[in-house]
């Protein structure tokens, strides 16, 4: 979750942080890490009667027993904890990281200071039984950071719209692509570094997304697992696709949703162009026409290669040819691709540093991110055919959404956690071709109840 004010500045905080660095004995380096802590203040008979703020420097300085000192010392699918990577790659970032740990009660958010990147934790976050939803949670928010990072530094998100309680779920057609964008790209940022995990979801399964089986393909791209997912599946199925996305992000940013993110990367990597489509094929269970992959990865132009006219043909998209359909473009060879190494200057901080997206992921060693390239491969045009897509009967309609067996849960976490289960109940129903129709509406209903308890306890928060 982000939020799109700016908070207040902080200067006068890291001023005092700087002056109290200079006036101690501390390495020949400062990190940019900013860890802050924010602990509850009660009274004898335990009410909540304030919060007092306190900079610290690592989880030693947290009060024993404190949940926060065991959630700092998590550790990630790398083998650092946390707080080790907060620590490590908050010192590559364009602006100060500004990590808060609060014990008040309210959802986690990340913000673009005056002076800083803002990513703020709740104790909620500590009630969530499974160390991967925790650690997700972190990871996620960074993912936030990261885009904030990678583009342009005026840039801050705006034009976002979450619906009507402000707040996104997993399984929501949300209002626009931006939002998906945004969102999407936090999760599979986040799943990289989390075994695949989204929460309870796992990107590797290609079941995933079975709960969109009914939707479009335009509702897909407004959903933030739909997204998350396509990006996740083209940091492993494209070669070198990770480094390849991360450039694209710092290169061609922003962007303003799935779309236009594959224009662009397509535009920096022609030659991956079939690898993408067949992601989105594959994502959209067959529901993308030809008409929206030719605009997603190809700008919207009917000339393709010969191989991703072949790859057309074999998804049933067009009729499969033995010569050429079309005449190649003017003044192109046949020959295999190659590559040619671009001139244009970086615009973001994350083009002058290209290899900063790797260190995230603890990778020293690997390589800068591949150059965009320039293809010479014959091309075909591609014939105009009919574009609808597939048919399917729609999911069916579910009364309200009264809580029932979900009434008595108060804590945040566990509402997420049973939330996040019955729609994993509800997504291998849809997924499993022998379901009846009844148990998917019972599920789907039951995956509505949880939510709606959800809401209600984040309506409730402060």
């Not at 602990?39 to 900079?55: A, F, K, L, P």
Request: charged residues 20%.
């Amino acid at each position: 979750m982000i939020k799109t004010f700016t908070a207040r500045s902080g200067a006068r905080q890291w001023l005092v942080f700087l002056v109290f660095i200079m006036m101690t004995a501390m390495p020949a380096f400062a990190t940019q890490l900013n860890l802050m802590y924010e602990q509850v203040i009660t009274d004898s008979w335990g009410n909540e009667i304030g919060y007092r703020s306190t900079q610290i420097s690592s989880p030693n300085d947290l009060p024993v027993g404190s949940p926060w000192r065991n959630y700092l010392n998590l550790k990630l699918s790398d083998g650092k904890t946390v707080f080790e990577y907060a620590r490590d790659t908050a010192d590559y970032l364009a602006e100060p990281l500004k990590l808060t740990l609060s014990d008040r009660n309210m959802t986690a958010y990340t913000e673009k200071g005056s002076s800083s990147y803002n990513l703020n934790l709740y104790k909620y976050i500590n009630s969530f039984s499974a160390d991967s939803s925790k650690t997700f949670l972190f990871l996620h928010e960074f993912g936030h950071v990261a885009m904030l990072n990678a583009y342009p530094s005026n840039y801050k998100f705006s034009g976002l719209d979450y619906g009507d309680d402000d707040k996104h779920y997993l399984d929501e057609i949300l209002p626009n692509e931006n939002t998906a964008w945004v969102e999407g790209w936090a999760n599979a940022f986040a799943a990289q570094k989390n075994s695949g995990m989204v929460f309870s979801f796992n990107l590797n399964n290609t079941s995933t997304l079975a709960f969109l089986q009914n939707k479009s393909f335009a509702e897909m791209t407004r959903n933030e697992l739909f997204v998350g997912k396509v990006l996740y599946d083209s940091f492993g199925s494209i070669t070198s696709g990770r480094d390849k996305v991360f450039n694209a992000i710092s290169r061609s940013g922003p962007h303003s949703s799935l779309r236009d993110f594959c224009r662009k990367f397509t535009a920096l990597y022609p030659d991956d162009k079939v690898a993408l489509a067949k992601i989105l094929v594959n994502n959209s269970q067959g529901k993308i026409t030809l008409n929206e992959i030719l605009d997603y990865v190809n700008g919207g132009s009917r000339t393709v290669s010969r191989a991703f006219y072949d790859y057309l043909a074999q998804a049933g998209l067009v009729v499969a040819t033995t010569g050429t359909s079309g005449q190649p473009a003017s003044n192109r060879p046949t020959s295999t691709a190659t590559n040619t190494t671009t001139t244009s200057k970086p615009t973001s901080f994350w083009g002058r540093i290209s290899s900063w997206f790797s260190g995230l992921f603890g990778s020293a060693q690997s390589p800068i991110a591949p150059m965009p390239s320039a293809s010479v491969e014959t091309n075909v045009d591609v014939p105009s055919v009919g574009s609808a897509p597939v048919g399917g009967a729609t999911a069916p309609e579910i009364p309200g959404t009264q809580t029932g067996e979900f009434d008595s849960v108060n804590d945040l976490a566990k509402a997420q956690e049973l939330y996040y289960q019955a729609f994993a109940d509800y997504n291998r129903l849809m997924a499993n071709s022998g379901s009846g129709q009844q148990q998917i509406q019972a599920a789907q209903l039951r995956m509505q109840q949880a939510k709606e308890r959800v809401k209600q306890l984040r309506r409730s928060l402060r």
